[in-house]
């Protein structure tokens, strides 16, 4: 099939390259013309593994390709939309601006027939309102909301857990779906379940996915705060939980909390939502689950205060971590580079190392002083805050290599993810979050 995927953010340079990597023809469009140079060079703007490999193949079989052109749309089948929709400046709703801009610079290139698919993620009934400006121009808009996660982006993307596509009621919905059926026939030969819902179910079904993720998140740290006063073990307790079926291990990382583009602005707009729906009541957990999960950024600084006998000022603290999570290079949200951030607003010496993220990070928050290399932010640090679990703080870095390098053998472990008996063992002192 020809497609075309507007917007070649995390979400539709991936899609694009994943397309053409089962056999479509695709032009990826954005309006950042540096972004589109790279793209075009087979270079991945943002860390994604596996992402350049397969722009490159793209490319060379000729199936690939990028423009800054919103008219090389025009003879694809179907057009992915997959700009960004990000919080607003003056609340929590989502702004769509960019969606909106792209309907509107599609809308003359589109022909008789053409299907739009969304991906982006919008506020249930946004689909509704475009739907219309679509069918103007004689194509048909459905709603096929992506679940990829960063850092595992190219896996997600070509073999899903499912395919949502939400379509207009009638014939043209119908014809609609198949195409998608036939965009994603690889995902449908392994039989990969494919649900065909309404537009508002497919809108509502991301939303709700990432409601559900985050809750789940905030529920462990909510445990965690409970671990914290009672003197029990978070991490103990959520092996244990996850071994019922019903509640499973995954999403139950206790810690300084989710971040991100996505999970803490969508479950604003999802409660935004909510409440010009008249239903905000039915959400009213999610400003809950919010507030649990600012709490933990608190929680970890207040750590490293209390490691460090009441005061921070002045002191050195080495900060593992600036990306949201491992395996990406975005710091959108970070709870980690906010860890960061206020402990250098108390006057720390901050050193912030990330093997992947410190160029985000340092245009971000250049007020910050950054590392290259793990040992140099660890050289006579007074403490050591671990706030992103990547393997190279994770697993391999020691106890005793890190000792060799510090001025104190303090460590708080903002991700749980070290072996606390071990850094124990080595002379540390070791603070978890929840644990005991
Ligand atoms: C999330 C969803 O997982 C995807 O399904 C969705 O498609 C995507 O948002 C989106 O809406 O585009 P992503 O933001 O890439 O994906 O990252 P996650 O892996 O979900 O992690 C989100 C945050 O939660 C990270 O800061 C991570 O460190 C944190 N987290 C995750 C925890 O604190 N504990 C956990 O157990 C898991």
Known sequence: MRMSVIGCGYLGAVHAAAMASIGHEVVGIDVDESKVARLSRGEAPFFEPGLDDLLRSGIADGRLSFSTDMADAVGAEVHFLAVGTPQSSDGDAADLRFVWAAVEGLLPHLRQGDVVAGKSTVPVGTAEEIADRIASA????????????????????LTPDRIVVGVPDGDAGLRAAGMLRSAYRTAAETDTPFLVTDLATAELVKGAANAFLATKISFINA?????????????????????????????????????????????????????????????????????????????????????????????????????FKPFSDDIRDSPALDVAVRLRGLGADVVVADPAAIDNAEAAHPQLAYARATDDALRDA???????????????????????????????????????????AAGWTYRGMGRR
Not at 223 to 248: K, P, S
Request: hydrophobic letters at 45%; glycine letters at 12%.
């Open 138 to 157: 004689g194509a048909t808009l459905v709603w096929n909301p992506e679940f990829l996660r960063e850092g595992w982006a190219v896996h997600d993307t």
């Open 223 to 323: 445990m965690a705060e409970i671990a914290d006063a009672a003197g029990a073990d978070v991490t103990l307790l959520a092996e244990a939980l996850g071994h019922d079926g019903r509640i499973g291990h995954r999403y139950l990382g206790s810690g300084i909390g989710f971040g991100g583009g996505c999970l803490p602005k969508d479950i604003r707009a999802f409660a935004a939502r909510a409440e010009a729906l008249g239903r905000g009541e039915s959400v009213g957990f999610l400003r809950e689950v919010d507030a649990i999960n600012l709490r933990r950024r608190d929680r970890a600084v207040q750590l490293v205060i209390d490691a460090l006998g009441g005061r921070v000022f002045g002191r050195r603290v080495a900060v593992l971590g600036a990306a």
């Open 382 to 424: 007074d403490a050591v805050v671990v706030v992103t679990e990547w393997d190279e703080y994770r697993r391999d870095l020691t106890p005793a290599h890190a000792g060799s390098l510090v001025r104190q053998r303090v460590v708080i472990d903002g991700r749980n993810c070290l072996d606390a008996a071990a850094w124990r």
